[in-house]
Each structure stands twice: as structure tokens, then as C-alpha cells.
């Protein structure tokens, strides 16, 4: 048998001693020994196969691991010469090939297998069969049948499980090999998985970019995790993982030219990867737009999780775009716009909850009223999501005034309180039950336009209504106050008493129930009751 990987020392006395330290050193080069598979992988690649199947499967007390391609196959001095010599490659200044270093296939050994088979053919007629055994000795021999052109590399390993093996290999292969330009098919005693996936997928993204520059193939994404990282490929295998060039963004680079370093857990810094990184920079100076028209689209979709999800990538240390860009949604649209950039809503934007009279009322204003529902779900929820886009509540900043139609003892009520007040203090010409929504007075009662039958109203309503200068035209009684409800409950049996009650409370929450406003106010009660008692 010939015995392959090794070299020979000369001693003092001028004896050669074996030496196999070098086949060990190259084999420790891979840090994952079922990075075998991703050699595996590329060199079926640079075969030209269309497909490649990975089986795994029990046998005896042993697991076989098989890898089959359908490239162009060797032939015994492909075999002898370039698979079993170190550091001398078929692929040397052949353009599209990944493999140049000659080292890889020597990774099979990195599981320690028994034996090494590879059964090959040039669909030519004839087929070739290699035994690598543990100690690195080989026998290669012609098998009958020559079959269709392809490879196939098989490893007998003891010692371990099926399902862990299955499990690592699975992992090598969707770190090494997710994005390989061929199909690849994992196949578990007879099921079958599919492993590689579309360049274009990124775990977690919420706004994913493609774009080809030149010969680079460029992926720039904002995913939900703030940490971005970057991986390069060529022909969809991993050459580096790293942190991302660009803070907050993750990167992917496809790109021929790219190769790894000797140790491979390493893209070479040359000046294909120099080039690929000012593609990736030209690339993501369009993520911006991009980012804002994901929010525009979470909007007008209304998807909440989306939105909060992007805001959260929006407003943390590592934002990928300015808050004043963000499209907020509008609980009604102005103009036909559902949605407007932060900038574009003014100095003291408002928001709500959900629409009401008060919020249409803004609306027809032409006042822009943010709908908060949508940050329902993001990080910090509503109260964070009214801090950092600098939001006013719409009822901390306006406050609608509605007409409630009075029943007719509500209206003898009222006539009633007209005439009191009168005697006791001078009242403004109108006096009305209200609805109130908004910015609430703190009163019972308050000065204020006279609604027909709605006024939006952005000043203070605390004023005092019985000031001689500037008096308001119309008196208004929050409809909804404990007080007046009492008041319109006494209304159907007393509308006197109901009137009294509330000319007391009215005058005295603005200072002018004195001593002269009691004796007016009992006098004409009197009057009403007794008549000519008063006199």
C-alpha cells in the first residue's frame, strides 16, 4: 500500500524516521472536524455537479457518512497526484474554482474515520475506487461498471451516534454551506432535508436590501438584533463571519473573488475584499429609504408588530435612521395621507389613542393627530413611543365642546338657574349642558363659546365667567360632572331645588357665593315659591 501526507526526517545516525506531525498539524487546522463536509461541498462545487446529497446512516457499530456529487469526476492520476499530495491543487489559475490550496480534502481525517472510500468516474466507461485507511496508507483500484460521472466520498466512523452526528453535521453544513449555488440534501437513514437556502434570507431581518455591484452580489439588512454582523461567500460558501463594517447592520457578500486564508476561519484582507467592502458601503447608502418605506408599509398595513419592531431599531443607540424620517400612522388622514415623516407634523404633534369626536374635530382642523395603537407593541410601549417622536395627547391639548339637548324639566332647570344667577351675579347671555372630551375644566361650570353644536376649543376654560370685561358668551355646564347630574336627576320633581343647588355650587367654585349672593339667591326662591313673600 502507499502511504500518502508523508514526509521523512534523517537522523544524526543518517536513519529516516516517519513523520506524519505535518498531516497532524493541517488536520488541527479545522477547528470543527465536520468542517470535512465543507470541503466536501466545495470540491463537488468546483466539479461542476448540479446537486449534492450528504448521507448519514447506522452501519453495524459504526455511522457511514457519505457525500455524492455529480461534477465531472477524477480519474487515477487526478487521484494520485493532486487529491493525495499536500498543497498541490487542480484548481490553480482556474477562474470560478474556490479550492486552491491543495490541503482540504486531508479534512476527512478529522473525524479519525477507519477508512476513507472514494468511488469516482469520468462517465467515460471506468470507475475508480480509494481506500484511505486510519494510518493514512491508500490502495487505489479499477471497479467494474463505469456509471455516470460524479464522486462519491464516504467515511466509516466509530465510536459515535448516529443522532449527534447528525446534529453536527447539520449544523456544519447550515454554517458552511446555507447559501451554496447547488442544491444540497441531507439525507438522515433515508430522510431527506433540503439545506441550503436563497442568498437573500437573513434570521431575524426586518428590512432585507440585494444589489449586485459589479461582480459582487451584495445582502445589507436591519434585523431585530442591534449587533450586525457580516459574512462572505463565494459560490454561497462561508469564508468569515465577523462583526459588521456598518454598526446596527448586517452584511453578506457574494463574490468569486473573495477567497480564504490557509487556516480557513479567515477571509484573505486583499484587495477583493477591499472592493467588496466599498460595494457593501455603495449598497447600504440606500437602506435609509429603504427602512422608511418599510414603517410606510407596516402603516398602511396596519401591523403593529412590524412597527414596533422597526421603531425598536429606530430609537436605540444603534438606529439605523432618524426619528424626525419615521412615517407615523394618522388616525384620520390628511390629504389623503394616511402617513406623514415626523418632520412634516409640526413643532407639537398630537396623538391618541383611538379616534373620537375630538380627534375627527383636529382632523377637520387640519391639525395631524398620531395613532398610537400601532406602538402597542413596541419596545417601551406607547408612554416611549410619545417621548422619543416628541408627542402631545390630543386631550392634554384641545378640548371639544358638544351641545347636549335638555329634556324639558332639564330646560326649566336651566331657565330657573338663568334667573338666579342673574340676581345674584351678572351671567352671560347663554347657558348650556355640555359634553366635554379633551382638556376637562377643572370646574363645574365655565365660560366659554357657545358650541353649535360642536367648538373645538385649544384655550384655557377656566376662566371666570361673570368678570365684567370680556365675558364669555355662553356658560357652560359639563353635562357629565357629579354635581350636575344630581342636579338633573332633582330636575323632573324640583327644578327649583335642582337650580338652587346648582347656582350655589356655581358661585361659589368661582368665588362670589357672599353673603349679598345667599340672601339674592334665597329671596328668589321664595319668590317663586311663595309669591309676594319675598317682598
Given at each position: 500500500?502507499?502511504?500518502?501526507?508523508?514526509?521523512?526526517?534523517?537522523?544524526?545516525?543518517?536513519?529516516?524516521?516517519?513523520?506524519?506531525?505535518?498531516?497532524?498539524?493541517?488536520?488541527?487546522q479545522f477547528a470543527d472536524p465536520y468542517a470535512f463536509l465543507r470541503e466536501l461541498v466545495q470540491n463537488a462545487i468546483d466539479a461542476g455537479t448540479p446537486r449534492i446529497d450528504v448521507r448519514l446512516d447506522a452501519h453495524g457499530d459504526a455511522v457511514r457518512v457519505s457525500v455524492q456529487d455529480h461534477g465531472e469526476g477524477m480519474d487515477p492520476d487526478v487521484i494520485e497526484n493532486k487529491l493525495l499530495v499536500l498543497f498541490r491543487s487542480g484548481k490553480e489559475g482556474m477562474e470560478g474554482k474556490i479550492g486552491k490550496f491543495g490541503v482540504g480534502f486531508i479534512s476527512v481525517l478529522a473525524l479519525s474515520p477507519e477508512r476513507v472510500t472514494v468511488t469516482t468516474s469520468k462517465g467515460t466507461g471506468r470507475s475508480w475506487t480509494l481506500h484511505?485507511?486510519?494510518?493514512?496508507?491508500?490502495?487505489?483500484?479499477?471497479?467494474?461498471?463505469?456509471?455516470?460521472?460524479?464522486?462519491?466520498?464516504?467515511?466509516?466512523?466509530?465510536?459515535?451516534?448516529?443522532?449527534?452526528?447528525?446534529?453536527?453535521?447539520?449544523?456544519?453544513?447550515?454554517?458552511?454551506?446555507?447559501?451554496?449555488?447547488?442544491?444540497?440534501?441531507?439525507?438522515?437513514?433515508?430522510?431527506?432535508?433540503?439545506?441550503?437556502?436563497?442568498?437573500?434570507?437573513?434570521?431575524?431581518?426586518?428590512?432585507?436590501?440585494?444589489?449586485?455591484?459589479?461582480?459582487?452580489?451584495?445582502?445589507?439588512?436591519?434585523?431585530?438584533?442591534?449587533?450586525?454582523?457580516?459574512?462572505?461567500?463565494?459560490?454561497?460558501?462561508?469564508?468569515?463571519?465577523?462583526?459588521?463594517?456598518?454598526?446596527?447592520?448586517?452584511?453578506?457578500?457574494?463574490?468569486?473573488?473573495?477567497?480564504?486564508?490557509?487556516?480557513?476561519?479567515?477571509?484573505?484582507?486583499?484587495?477583493?475584499?477591499?472592493?467588496?467592502?466599498?460595494?457593501?458601503?455603495?449598497?447600504?447608502?440606500?437602506?435609509?429609504?429603504?427602512?422608511?418605506?418599510?414603517?410606510?408599509?407596516?402603516?398602511?398595513?396596519?401591523?403593529?408588530?412590524?412597527?414596533?419592531?422597526?421603531?425598536?431599531?429606530?430609537?436605540?443607540?444603534?438606529?439605523?435612521?432618524?426619528?424626525?424620517?419615521?412615517?407615523?400612522?394618522?388616525?384620520?388622514?390628511?390629504?389623503?395621507?394616511?402617513?406623514?415623516?415626523?418632520?412634516?407634523?409640526?413643532?407639537?404633534?398630537?396623538?391618541?389613542?383611538?379616534?373620537?369626536?375630538?380627534?375627527?374635530?383636529?382632523?377637520?382642523?387640519?391639525?395631524?393627530?398620531?395613532?398610537?395603537?400601532?406602538?402597542?407593541?413596541?419596545?417601551?410601549?406607547?408612554?416611549?413611543?410619545?417621548?422619543?417622536?416628541?408627542?402631545?395627547?390630543?386631550?392634554?391639548?384641545?378640548?371639544?365642546?358638544?351641545?347636549?339637548?335638555?329634556?324639558?324639566?332639564?330646560?326649566?332647570?336651566?331657565?330657573?338657574?338663568?334667573?338666579?344667577?342673574?340676581?345674584?351675579?351678572?351671567?352671560?347671555?347663554?347657558?348650556?349642558?355640555?359634553?366635554?372630551?379633551?382638556?376637562?375644566?377643572?370646574?363645574?361650570?365655565?365660560?366659554?363659546?357657545?358650541?353649535?353644536?360642536?367648538?373645538?376649543?385649544?384655550?384655557?376654560?377656566?376662566?371666570?365667567?361673570?368678570?365684567?370685561?370680556?365675558?364669555?358668551?355662553?356658560?357652560?355646564?359639563?353635562?357629565?360632572?357629579?354635581?350636575?347630574?344630581?342636579?338633573?336627576?332633582?330636575?323632573?320633581?324640583?327644578?327649583?331645588?335642582?337650580?338652587?343647588?346648582?347656582?350655589?355650587?356655581?358661585?361659589?367654585?368661582?368665588?362670589?357665593?357672599?353673603?349679598?349672593?345667599?340672601?339674592?339667591?334665597?329671596?328668589?326662591?321664595?319668590?317663586?315659591?311663595?309669591?309676594?313673600?319675598?317682598?
Amino acid at each position: 500500500m502507499a502511504t500518502p501526507y508523508r514526509g521523512s526526517t534523517v537522523q544524526s545516525d543518517g536513519q529516516p524516521v516517519e513523520n506524519d506531525g505535518l498531516v497532524d498539524d493541517l488536520v488541527k487546522q479545522f477547528a470543527d472536524p465536520y468542517a470535512f463536509l465543507r470541503e466536501l461541498v466545495q470540491n463537488a462545487i468546483d466539479a461542476g455537479t448540479p446537486r449534492i446529497d450528504v448521507r448519514l446512516d447506522a452501519h453495524g457499530d459504526a455511522v457511514r457518512v457519505s457525500v455524492q456529487d455529480h461534477g465531472e469526476g477524477m480519474d487515477p492520476d487526478v487521484i494520485e497526484n493532486k487529491l493525495l499530495v499536500l498543497f498541490r491543487s487542480g484548481k490553480e489559475g482556474m477562474e470560478g474554482k474556490i479550492g486552491k490550496f491543495g490541503v482540504g480534502f486531508i479534512s476527512v481525517l478529522a473525524l479519525s474515520p477507519e477508512r476513507v472510500t472514494v468511488t469516482t468516474s469520468k462517465g467515460t466507461g471506468r470507475s475508480w475506487t480509494l481506500h484511505l485507511m486510519a494510518d493514512h496508507s491508500y490502495e487505489l483500484f479499477e471497479t467494474l461498471g463505469g456509471g455516470a460521472a460524479g464522486t462519491t466520498v464516504s467515511l466509516e466512523v466509530r465510536g459515535k451516534k448516529l443522532p449527534d452526528v447528525a446534529r453536527r453535521s447539520r449544523a456544519a453544513l447550515e454554517q458552511w454551506c446555507r447559501h451554496a449555488r447547488v442544491p444540497i440534501w441531507l439525507h438522515v437513514s433515508g430522510e431527506g432535508e433540503r439545506i441550503d437556502r436563497p442568498f437573500e434570507v437573513v434570521d431575524g431581518a426586518l428590512v432585507t436590501l440585494r444589489a449586485q455591484v459589479g461582480e459582487t452580489d451584495v445582502v445589507v439588512a436591519v434585523t431585530s438584533d442591534e449587533v450586525g454582523r457580516a459574512a462572505f461567500f463565494n459560490h454561497g460558501l462561508t469564508l468569515a463571519e465577523m462583526p459588521s463594517p456598518l454598526p446596527g447592520l448586517t452584511v453578506k457578500v457574494l463574490d468569486a473573488r473573495l477567497s480564504h486564508t490557509l487556516s480557513r476561519d479567515d477571509v484573505r484582507r486583499d484587495a477583493a475584499f477591499e472592493r467588496a467592502l466599498r460595494a457593501v458601503r455603495q449598497v447600504a447608502e440606500r437602506m435609509h429609504a429603504e427602512v422608511i418605506a418599510s414603517f410606510e408599509a407596516a402603516v398602511l398595513g396596519d401591523d403593529a408588530a412590524r412597527f414596533g419592531a422597526l421603531f425598536a431599531r429606530a430609537h436605540g443607540d444603534r438606529g439605523v435612521v432618524p426619528l424626525r424620517d419615521v412615517p407615523l400612522p394618522l388616525l384620520h388622514p390628511l390629504d389623503g395621507q394616511r402617513a406623514r415623516p415626523r418632520r412634516a407634523l409640526g413643532k407639537e404633534p398630537l396623538c391618541a389613542h383611538r379616534a373620537s369626536p375630538l380627534t375627527e374635530a383636529l382632523a377637520a382642523a387640519g391639525v395631524p393627530v398620531v395613532d398610537l395603537s400601532i406602538a402597542r407593541e413596541a419596545r417601551g410601549g406607547a408612554d416611549l413611543f410619545r417621548e422619543r417622536f416628541e408627542l402631545v395627547h390630543a386631550s392634554d391639548h384641545a378640548t371639544l365642546l358638544q351641545v347636549r339637548d335638555a329634556t324639558p324639566a332639564e330646560g326649566a332647570m336651566l331657565d330657573r338657574l338663568r334667573a338666579l344667577l342673574e340676581v345674584a351675579a351678572r351671567c352671560p347671555k347663554h347657558l348650556a349642558l355640555v359634553a366635554v372630551e379633551g382638556k376637562r375644566p377643572a370646574r363645574v361650570a365655565f365660560g366659554g363659546p357657545l358650541p353649535s353644536p360642536t367648538a373645538l376649543v385649544r384655550e384655557s376654560l377656566d376662566g371666570d365667567p361673570f368678570r365684567l370685561l370680556r365675558r364669555p358668551p355662553a356658560l357652560l355646564l359639563r353635562a357629565e360632572a357629579p354635581l350636575v347630574q344630581r342636579a338633573r336627576a332633582f330636575a323632573p320633581t324640583d327644578p327649583e331645588l335642582a337650580a338652587q343647588l346648582l347656582a350655589r355650587a356655581i358661585l361659589l367654585e368661582h368665588g362670589r357665593l357672599d353673603d349679598g349672593a345667599c340672601r339674592a339667591l334665597a329671596e328668589a326662591s321664595l319668590g317663586t315659591i311663595l309669591p309676594g313673600a319675598a317682598s
